[in-house]
T-cell receptor
Framework: GQQLNQSPQSMFIQEGEDVSMNCTSS?????WLWYKQDPGEGPVLLIA?????ELTSNGRLTAQFGITRKDSFLNISASIPSDVGIYFC??????????FGSGTKLNVKP | GAGVSQSPSNKVTEKGKDVELRCDPI?????LYWYRQSLGQGLEFLIY????????KSGLPSDRFSAERTGGSVSTLTIQRTQQEDSAVYLC?????????FGPGTRLTVL
């Protein structure tokens, strides 16, 4: 099956710093998604990307769908304490099945 | 409702008992997924329903696990003869093909 490698596994940053995380896949995807999960809740969709090369922003979040269709990154600018959580990438294949990265745990120090 | 809903939110059961977990997807979404998430871990795919097609059951960890989707809407995940290692959060998601939306999950504790 398809494998997604998400990095880094965890990050400790100071409030106000920018953050970058990425995912790479062994196969191509048709859609890339980025989620945030807070403790005790389900993942919440942050950004969806639909075509290779697409760069999309949502407030302080920016994500890109890699040209090869095998990778994506998520940037968070000017981090704030409420950005704390676990971020997951996900890719959708031709059969509408979704594959998830193992998550990036973000810690923000005030 | 506007989003995916799951019930119960919490379930505590004794080892060996059967449990049923329910998922109500977003109206109009033809695809429905079940995942399992152990504490501090990522998402483990269990099963996927797509319209009237046969479900993709490739992620079910044992034959104690089964799921149904009635009328193309509500789904029930059943775990028979529960074991302590089944303790986890069970997440349901539905999809409109491009995007996938999650419910809040059911936290299952097997004593």
């Amino acid at each position: 099956g398809q494998q997604l490698n998400q990095s880094p596994q965890s990050m400790f940053i100071q409030e106000g710093e920018d953050v970058s995380m990425n995912c790479t896949s062994s196969s191509i995807f048709n859609t890339w998604l980025w989620y945030k999960q807070d403790p005790g809740e389900g993942p919440v969709l942050l950004i969806a990307l639909y075509k290779a090369g697409e760069l999309t922003s949502n407030g302080r979040l920016t994500a890109q769908f890699g040209i090869t269709r095998k990778d994506s990154f998520l940037n968070i600018s000017a981090s704030i304490p409420s950005d704390v959580g676990i971020y997951f990438c996900a890719g959708r294949d031709n059969f509408n099945k979704f594959y998830f990265g193992s998550g990036t745990k973000l810690n923000v120090k005030p | 409702g506007a989003g995916v809903s799951q019930s119960p939110s919490n379930k505590v059961t004794e080892k060996g008992k059967d449990v049923e977990l329910r998922c109500d997807p977003i109206s109009g979404h033809t695809a429905l997924y079940w995942y399992r998430q152990s504490l501090g871990q990522g998402l483990e795919f269990l099963i996927y329903f797509q319209g009237n097609s046969a479900p993709d059951k490739s992620g079910l960890p044992s034959d104690r696990f089964s799921a149904e989707r009635t009328g193309g809407s509500v789904s029930t995940l059943t775990i028979q003869r529960t074991q302590q290692e089944d303790s986890a959060v069970y997440l349901c998601a539905s999809s409109n093909y491009n995007e996938q939306f999650f419910g809040p999950g059911t936290r299952l504790t097997v004593l």
